[in-house]
């Protein structure tokens, strides 16, 4: 068993640890849904796994042996070598989450009187500084400003969580937030934000969410509870600058959802 138990979602086992990390550790007397073991590596230049019935990936410089199932892995990792370890706790993770009504978007999540508002996008197109703008004037809190976990609740509803992958920002919390709008930031002159469907909402949307193709019938589970997500979720393009009148023009616009 491994020394630490994480709560994302679902509680599992993983031997590793940081200040990120230990943002999202519980005493869960719940069976880990997943158990992860992580060492360092033997050798410079040769490694040899034994594998039974499972799948091997490669992240930088480090690489994860798992079962089929997704619910039993190993993390070898060169010193040092946080990018790999990540990553591959990602694969784990998100290829055990993905079974269960779960996405994994790139994204800024943001506190906007107890609901969730994800800002997503391609990098450099301003996710984090609009949720910057938002804690600026507002005081929202920032949840996360890289990789957001998205989940389907027993009810049908769907919340946005925290997660240890935090990317080049320092924005990490262990919450999750029932989710009220998604909105896609692009940088203008002036501040107009309208709600968007169809093709403009996929072109938007679809790239932002991570859909692996890890084992067979993988990306049509996350395809699954993309469709349930957007269907239920209003999604808007937000042409933006980088001042409080972007907030304001959001602010307005949300204010209209029940």
Known sequence: MSDYIYDIIYPFAFNYTDEYWERFSVNS????????????????????????????????????????????GTVIFRSNDLLGIYGCAMVAVYGSLIRRNT????????????????????????????????RKHRGSEILNGDMVFIHKERDGRFYAYGSPWHGSSEYCLNRRLPLKAIIAPVQAESCSISEIKGMEMLNRVFPEVMLPDWFDGCKELGMGTLDELLKCTPVYLLKCTKDINAVEAAEKELGKLI
């Open 103 to 134: 996405l994994v978007m790139h994204s800024s999540l943001i506190d906007v009187n107890g609901e969730g508002v994800l800002f997503t996008g391609p990098s450099g197109v301003g996710k984090t500084t609009q949720a910057e703008l938002w």
């Open 29 to 72: 007397p719940a069976e880990p849904i997943l158990t992860l073991e992580c060492r360092e590596r033997q050798c410079d230049r040769y490694e040899v796994e034994a594998l039974g019935n499972g799948k091997a990936f490669c992240v930088s410089q480090s690489f994860l042996t798992i079962n089929d199932g997704f619910t039993e």
